[in-house]
């Protein structure tokens, strides 16, 4: 069984930052593993100590940079890594979902597995549409926030349950080949071990461009255009208390034996 | 030009984005003069086409297929639909269900897609508002197409209301069986556990502020302190730290305490769908900026780990050591 984990090495915003035309100045971002990525690469690495013979790869969008955040899967147990990156990628800023189904779909026809996982969305632009997109692309099944995997490697059907809102799980039956989206919370994700991170350094990161996949630039053509980025106006009107945190403290003591919440 | 919204539907009851839906298309509709279409795919058609037809509401289409949501069923409904209504704008709710089917069916029409809008517009062209970056920033993206499928963040405009005799049409959408694969089997509700926090006056609730799970103690003193309930945002339930019926939010509970503390919760979207009801809502965050303060009526912009330990001696306890 082939397992393909679609990784993504997202941007992170400091509290305090600027904007610089049309994006947010390089200086306040820190670059990272996605979150919910970090449990579909725990979810990939689980079904591959379960059966024999499973290979896990990942697949990321990404420039050189993104090559340690393909390592930190790397050390927690992906077996390979794939990286697409490309000129014609440069400048685009955030790809749009179609560019990166498009992609991913490339490179889950060069590598036919049997399961996709992704996670739900980036920490960063929050589209939530990429897993679901490209499995219509390459005719797989799928299925959308899933927080709860049962799958016996050798098995057909994926049974999962799907997150709803307001505590309900949908519990579906999903054949394969699929592409499931993974919520955080499915799995515990673990911490890279030393000896992990030191495999990590060994195992293959294969760079490939547009070209080796067989597509070309137009794959980044969009009609979705970013116009405006800006800091949303606050809309508090929150009382702040202020001084010291005992003092603080104090006035908010004040404030909930006023309401009540405590007496005396 | 034409609107079509999807509306959902759950166990039998129509959700509030179907509504908002309604209102939002009006809204598209009304920028080019043209008619809203809504749709309702699957369970008590007829019933839920009364009830969808709204003010503004033209047409209201029935496809009588399946009781729940399937999406095998959904992508081949509304693509079918789609070809027949021809609208300009294909509105969906950015619902768990929504992006489990919305993405399809933009990639199967070749529709660009624009996810979890917050404010939308057609002046010429169509420009949706959307947030990154967990709320730090907003953009606003143009479509430059003809057609285009957006995803609509549920909580972000009134529903319709009234009556308004929209036309009903049943659709007949052809499904292919052999396509549909995946089934659902059945419902499984979460938490459960012996507190029910939607019932507290009082949560106090920590988030990811708190660092460590051995950090919780601090909150936890505090609570009882306050003979308050804890709960919790969704990164201390994903980690572990407390069980799933802690969890306030838009995939856990919606809560409406008289107070509600958030200590080191920033905010997100999500959780502010389970709490924004509260009577008062405290924050406790060292960000200014954090989207909690936008909801807060009493705020502490300071470190939890100074504030939370003042607070507890304020009221003659002693807080632990962590």
Same mark, same amino acid.
Do not use: Y
């Given at each position: 069984m082939k397992i393909l984990i679609a990784v993504t090495e997202v941007a992170e915003v400091e509290d305090d930052f600027e904007i610089d035309g049309l994006a947010v100045a390089e200086q306040y971002l820190d670059y990272d593993l996605n979150e919910w990525d970090d449990y579909a690469i725990e979810a990939g690495v689980q079904l591959q100590e379960a059966g024999e013979d499973v290979e896990v790869v990942s697949v990321t969008i990404g420039p050189e940079r993104s090559e340690e955040t393909i390592r930190m899967g790397l050390a927690k147990g992906v077996d390979r890594a794939i990286r697409v990156w490309d000129d014609a990628l440069e400048g685009e800023g955030q790809l749009g979902v179609e560019t990166k189904a498009d992609i991913l779909a490339a490179v889950a026809e060069d590598e036919d597995p049997d399961l996709v996982l992704a996670g739900v969305q980036s920490n960063d632009d929050a589209f939530g549409a990429t897993g679901v997109s490209l499995a219509d692309e390459i005719g797989f099944e799928w299925a959308a926030v899933v927080n709860d995997l049962d799958l016996d490697?050798?098995?057909?059907v994926a049974s999962v349950h799907r997150e709803l809102e307001g505590g309900v799980e949908e519990l579906t039956d999903v054949e394969l080949p699929a592409v499931l989206t993974i919520q955080t919370g499915i799995n515990e994700p673990r911490y890279a071990s030393l000896r992990g991170i030191r495999q990590a350094q060994s195992k293959e990161i294969a760079p490939k461009d547009l070209a080796d996949i067989g597509l070309d630039a137009s794959v980044t053509e969009s009609p979705i255009t970013l116009t405006q980025l800006y800091e949303p106006e606050t809309e508090s009107d929150a009382t702040v208390f202020e001084g010291s945190p005992d003092e603080e403290a104090d006035q908010l003591a004040e404030l909930l034996r006023d309401k009540g919440v405590v007496e005396g | 030009m034409t609107v079509l919204a999807i509306a959902e539907h759950r166990r039998g009851e129509l959700r509030d984005v179907s509504f908002e839906l309604a209102t939002v298309g009006r809204e598209l509709a009304d920028a080019t003069d043209g008619d809203l279409h809504l749709a309702v795919i699957g369970g008590e058609v007829a019933e839920f086409a009364d009830r969808l037809d709204r003010e503004g509401v033209d047409v209201v289409h029935t496809v009588d297929e399946g009781e729940e949501f399937n999406h095998d069923v959904y992508v081949q409904a509304v693509t079918a639909l789609y070809d027949e209504v021809e609208p300009d704008t294909l509105l969906m709710p950015n619902s768990v269900n929504g992006l489990d089917y919305a993405p399809a069916v933009a990639n199967r029409l070749s529709l660009p897609l624009v996810t979890d809008a917050i404010d939308i517009e057609r002046d010429g062209v169509l420009s949706v508002t959307r947030e990154k970056y967990g709320s730090k920033v907003e953009t606003v993206v143009e479509v430059d197409a003809d057609r285009a499928a957006v995803t609509v963040r549920p909580g972000e405009w009134p529903p319709a209301e009234g009556t308004n005799g929209a036309e009903i049409r049943a659709f007949d !959408?052809?499904?292919?069986? =052999? !396509?549909?694969? =995946? +089934?659902?089997t059945g419902f499984q509700e979460v938490g459960g556990g012996d507190v029910d926090i939607s019932e507290a006056d009082v949560l106090v609730s920590v988030g990811r502020g708190i660092e460590e799970e051995e950090n919780i103690a601090l909150v936890e003193a505090l609570a009882d302190t306050l003979d308050a309930t804890l709960s919790s945002s969704r990164p201390i339930v994903d980690n572990g730290w407390l069980p799933k019926n802690r969890q306030v939010g838009q995939s856990g509970k919606v809560v409406t305490p008289d107070v509600y503390i958030a200590i080191g919760i920033s905010g997100a979207v999500q959780h502010v769908a389970g709490m924004k009801g509260a009577e008062t809502i405290v924050a406790i965050n +060292?960000? #200014?900026? !954090? #989207?909690i303060y936008d909801l807060a009526d009493y705020g502490i912009v300071d470190d939890l780990f100074d504030v939370v330990p003042a607070l507890i001696e304020a009221f003659g306890g002693e807080p632990p050591e962590i």
């Open positions: 490697p050798g098995g057909s | !959408a052809e499904i292919d069986e =052999s !396509a549909v694969r =995946s +089934t659902v +060292t960000d #200014p900026n !954090a #989207p």
